[in-house]
Structure formats: structure tokens, C-alpha cells
């Protein structure tokens, strides 16, 4: 978080009027995750766990390859994998992950994206978390439940859909819905002129040989998969605002969608009510299931 800060000061503090490029401050200050330290309860969740590193391709930024940790709980024949979100780490699923391993014969996988938590990379991207997902499920199979939160609820499903597999249940929790408006909101709040958040767009396009516009979850929702899609969300998100999931949710009809007001982007993952919820429906995916 202090790198964070001290890139906001930065960039408050020069003209922007030249910002856009790839190597500037503005793209360190969208694409450089926060990295915030472990608490001790999370620390001793991570230690039990069995840890293997992975590797994805960082086509993007260095173009080197970058090694992300993976931790698993159990090892029974149902697999639930949990995809976190910007800014954030497998050990912020702490509470979920305590829950979820009393269910009887389940594997539960989390990972520290690119970027993020304790692997490594200096920036991140949502193609990179969505390699994770990718390279997690080849090394160790189709999950039955995936579990994203924000940002990683949005790879969850692109992920899925270039993979092409559907699986027994997908949990969203707080997603992420329209990445270009995402990244409007973080330039807006720290008073980026409007000349140098077209460059930046103009910038983003050439990169990712896509517009942001392109990283729509309606975008990739659907398309020959049949999702029995869990979606939980707080009406008064600021950080993904019920307007676009409003939208999102009159298109995708089958998605059922529960409003947890006021419970927070973030702070879903603490939510007992959310996280009983969770264990709810995991459960009663694998009772339909057999």
C-alpha cells in the first residue's frame, strides 16, 4: 500500500497531459496491485496448507515468466477453486476456507495471482489472472465450484469460457463487470485529465490488441457453456456499482443473483451470512450432483 501511495503522490504531482505510455506512472498506478502483509491467523491457515509454484507466460509487462503460488486444503475428489481479487491474496479467503474445509471429501485450491500476494511481478493484468486460473486447472484438474471474488470472479469466467468447461457450480461474489469503467473511476479519482485518459485507452488497446471495453463479464458470460451461476452482491458498491451489474443481470437471466446491502466489496469476504450462504449452495451443488 505505501508503494501504492507514493505513485498516487507522484503522479498528482506532474502534468498529466503527457501520461499513456506503457512505462509511465499512470500505468503503475492502474496495473501495480497493493500488496498488504498477512495476519497471523492467515499465516498459520497458509502454513497448513501443501504449496507448489506455477508458472504463466508475462506477455504483457517484461515479457518473462512469472511464478505464482498455489495452496491446497484436502484431497478429496471434489475440487473448489478460489480466484481472489485486485489488491488482494489467497490468504484473504481465510474465513471461507476454514468454513468450506468441513465439508466432507473436498479439495480446496487458492493461489496468489501474478502481481499479487506472494508471487511474483512487479505489475498485473486481468490476463494474467485468468492464465492463473488456466495453468491451476491444468495442473490439477476441472474444478467442481469455482469461487471469485471481484476482479477474480471476472477471470473465473473468461477463463471458463476459453477452456471451454463448465463446472457443477460458479460463486461470484462482488464482481467486477465492466473493467473500462473501472479503470474511468481510478483515473477520475485521482483527477487524470481527459487528454491523457484517451492516450492511456489508445495505449491499452495497442498492448492488449483489444479495447478495455473488450473485458465485459457480459462479454464472456454464456456463449455454449450452461452455468449454474451463483452471483452475491451489495446494492451500494461503490467499487462495482449495481448499475452495471443491474444490466448485466437483465441480459443473463439464469444467474441468480442475491443482494447482500451494505455488507461491502470487500469486506463479503468477512461476511459470516455470505460465507454460511457459500457452504449452502457448495453443498447442495454436490447432493444434485449425485
Not at 506455477?54 to 477453486?81: A, C, D, I, M, S
Not at 506472494?118 to 474444478?143: I, N
Not at 439464469?254 to 461491502?264: P, Q
Request: hydrophobic share 40%; charged share 20%; glycine share 6%.
Amino acid at each position: 500500500m505505501k508503494k501504492l501511495k507514493q505513485i498516487i503522490t507522484q503522479l498528482q504531482s506532474i502534468s498529466t497531459d503527457a501520461l499513456g505510455k506503457p512505462d509511465d506512472l499512470l500505468w503503475q498506478y492502474l496495473f501495480y496491485s497493493p500488496k498488504m502483509p498477512l495476519r497471523l491467523g492467515q499465516e498459520q491457515l497458509l502454513q497448513s496448507a501443501e504449496k507448489i509454484s506455477l508458472k504463466v507466460n508475462n506477455e504483457y509487462f517484461g515479457q518473462e515468466e512469472l511464478t505464482f503460488h498455489t495452496f491446497r486444503w484436502g484431497k478429496g475428489t471434489r475440487k473448489l477453486l478460489l480466484t481472489h481479487g485486485w489488491g488482494s491474496k489467497a490468504a484473504d479467503f481465510s474465513e471461507f476456507i476454514t468454513a468450506l474445509n468441513k465439508i466432507d471429501n473436498l479439495e480446496i485450491i487458492a493461489f496468489d495471482a501474478p502481481g499479487n500476494g506472494s508471487s511474483e511481478g512487479d505489475l498485473s493484468s486481468l490476463p494474467l489472472y485468468v492464465q492463473a486460473v488456466k495453468a491451476v486447472v491444468q495442473q490439477y484438474g476441472k474444478p467442481d465450484v469455482l469461487v471469485g471474488h471481484s476482479l477474480g470472479a471476472m477471470a473465473n469466467v473468461i477463463a471458463l469460457r476459453e477452456m471451454q468447461i463448465s463446472p457443477t457450480l460458479l460463486i461470484s461474489l462482488t464482481p467486477l463487470i465492466k473493467l473500462k469503467e473501472n479503470f474511468d473511476a481510478s483515473m477520475d479519482a485521482v483527477n487524470i485529465a481527459q487528454t491523457s485518459k484517451i492516450a492511456f485507452f489508445e495505449s491499452l488497446t495497442k498492448m492488449f490488441n483489444v479495447p478495455a471495453s473488450y473485458f465485459s463479464l457480459g462479454n464472456w458470460h454464456d456463449a455454449g457453456l450452461q452455468l449454474n451461476h451463483r452471483l452475491m452482491y451489495d446494492s451500494n458498491d461503490q467499487i462495482s456499482p449495481y448499475l452495471y451489474l443491474k444490466a448485466f443481470l437483465d441480459n443473463h437471466p439464469s444467474v441468480k443473483a442475491h443482494n447482500y446491502e451494505d455488507v461491502g466489496h470487500e469486506k463479503i469476504l468477512k461476511s459470516t451470512v455470505v460465507i454460511e450462504d457459500v457452504v449452502e449452495a457448495v453443498n447442495s451443488a454436490f447432493e444434485i450432483q449425485l
